[in-house]
């Protein structure tokens, strides 16, 4: 039977700490760390996300400067507006809520954030620095399952780690933490033959595919760490819609170790990563030590 990887309690422990650490921040710099998250469009997986992150950067004292564009804003009015708040000096994190609507070019977009304001850390110059081993803002979502583990001290260290998903959002920049934690790492994505076979040599495996319950037990060594990223909503045969990860979790659950649950797990990890993140750039803007 595997013991929980209690995401959600960790990321409790962690806002409470950031929320002592902002106040007295604050104190010293004469005003909170800001955070602008920018939202196109009505999409409502998006527009709780983000009510999620708005939510959260309260909590901690981190002010809102969020915005919410109509579907049909056009690429240059919101390069616009990236620009003025990278000028904005209360404002220390940007970040884009994806995805955006079709006309738009989410990566054109992106690029525009200046790089210490990158609150999301998928400029390319922040991808660069995690290549690199260089200090920087790290995605958050990759950066919450480090977080997490390192909680729980599951030491990545020489052990086989087998990331299913290769996004620039959460497969390829977790695959490189990984590696800078010691452990070996393999990457496995759609085309990957065999996947069970490749799965099934993970002592940490971690999903981040999108697929609801893709992995089984047939497809996870007896102990193994499994991390599961997605988020998946399915309708079940009631009519009611419910969440779930990439990770059949019942059946999963006698042959892991360690074991994520969906929700309560990467999820709000991830929320406080970019907190942790936003607080990060404020120490950084204002040569504040933490
Ligand atoms: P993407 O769609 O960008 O990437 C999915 C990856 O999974 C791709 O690399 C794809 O391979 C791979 N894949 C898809 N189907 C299969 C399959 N059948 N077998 C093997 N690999 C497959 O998704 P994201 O990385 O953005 O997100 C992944 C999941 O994580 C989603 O459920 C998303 O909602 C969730 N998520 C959760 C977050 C959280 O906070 N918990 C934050 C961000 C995302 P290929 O490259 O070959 O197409």
Same mark, same amino acid.
């Given at each position: 039977?595997?013991?929980?990887?209690? !995401?959600?309690?960790?990321?409790?422990?962690?806002?409470?700490?950031?929320?002592?650490?902002?106040?007295?921040?604050?104190?010293?710099?004469?005003?909170?760390?800001?955070?602008?998250?920018?939202?196109?469009?009505?999409?409502?997986?998006?527009?709780?996300?983000?009510?999620?992150?708005?939510?959260?950067?309260?909590?901690?004292?981190?002010?809102?400067?969020?915005?919410?564009?109509?579907?049909?804003?056009?690429?240059?009015?919101?390069?616009?507006?990236?620009?003025?708040?990278?000028?904005?000096?209360?404002?220390?994190?940007?970040?884009?809520?994806?995805?955006?609507?079709?006309?738009?070019?989410?990566?054109?977009?992106?690029?525009?954030?200046?790089?210490?304001?990158?609150?999301? !850390?998928?400029?390319?110059?922040?991808?660069?620095?995690?290549?690199?081993?260089?200090?920087?803002?790290?995605?958050?979502?990759?950066?919450?399952?480090?977080?997490?583990?390192?909680?729980?001290?599951?030491?990545?260290? !020489?052990?086989?780690?087998?990331?299913?998903?290769?996004?620039?959002? +959460?497969?390829?920049?977790?695959?490189?933490?990984?590696?800078?934690?010691?452990?070996?790492?393999?990457?496995?994505?759609?085309?990957?033959?065999?996947?069970?076979?490749?799965?099934?040599?993970?002592?940490?495996?971690?999903?981040?595919?999108?697929?609801?319950?893709?992995?089984?037990?047939?497809?996870?060594?007896?102990?193994?760490?499994?991390?599961?990223?997605?988020?998946?909503?399915?309708?079940?045969?009631?009519?009611?819609?419910?969440?779930? !990860?990439? +990770?059949?979790?019942?059946?999963?659950?006698?042959?892991?170790?360690?074991?994520?649950?969906?929700?309560?797990?990467?999820?709000?990890?991830?929320?406080?990563?970019?907190?942790?993140?936003?607080?990060?750039?404020?120490?950084?803007?204002?040569?504040?030590?933490?």
């Amino acid at each position: 039977m595997a013991d929980l990887l209690d !995401g959600k309690a960790l990321a409790t422990r962690l806002q409470l700490e950031l929320s002592e650490q902002v106040k007295t921040l604050a104190m010293r710099a004469g005003r909170p760390p800001g955070l602008a998250v920018l939202m196109v469009g009505d999409n409502p997986a998006s527009a709780a996300y983000v009510r999620g992150k708005e939510t959260a950067c309260s909590r901690v004292g981190i002010a809102s400067y969020g915005k919410h564009f109509p579907t049909d804003t056009s690429q240059a009015e919101l390069k616009q507006v990236i620009q003025s708040l990278n000028q904005d000096d209360r404002v220390d994190g940007i970040l884009v809520q994806l995805p955006l609507p079709d006309h738009l070019d989410a990566v054109a977009l992106l690029n525009q954030i200046a790089p210490d304001k990158d609150a999301d !850390g998928l400029h390319p110059t922040n991808l660069g620095r995690l290549v690199r081993g260089e200090p920087g803002l790290r995605s958050c979502t990759p950066a919450g399952v480090m977080r997490l583990l390192a909680d729980y001290q599951l030491d990545p260290k !020489g052990q086989h780690a087998v990331v299913i998903g290769r996004s620039i959002l +959460v497969g390829k920049p977790l695959a490189l933490m990984l590696l800078e934690a010691n452990a070996t790492v393999t990457i496995a994505h759609s085309r990957t033959a065999d996947l069970a076979a490749v799965a099934r040599t993970a002592d940490i495996l971690v999903t981040a595919i999108g697929q609801p319950k893709l992995v089984t037990p047939d497809m996870v060594k007896p102990g193994a760490i499994v991390v599961d990223v997605g988020i998946n909503r399915i309708t079940q045969t009631t009519g009611k819609s419910q969440l779930v !990860g990439d +990770v059949d979790f019942e059946a999963v659950y006698p042959v892991a170790s360690w074991i994520t649950p969906v929700p309560g797990g990467i999820g709000p990890m991830t929320v406080t990563m970019l907190l942790h993140n936003t607080v990060w750039s404020y120490c950084q803007r204002l040569n504040l030590a933490p």
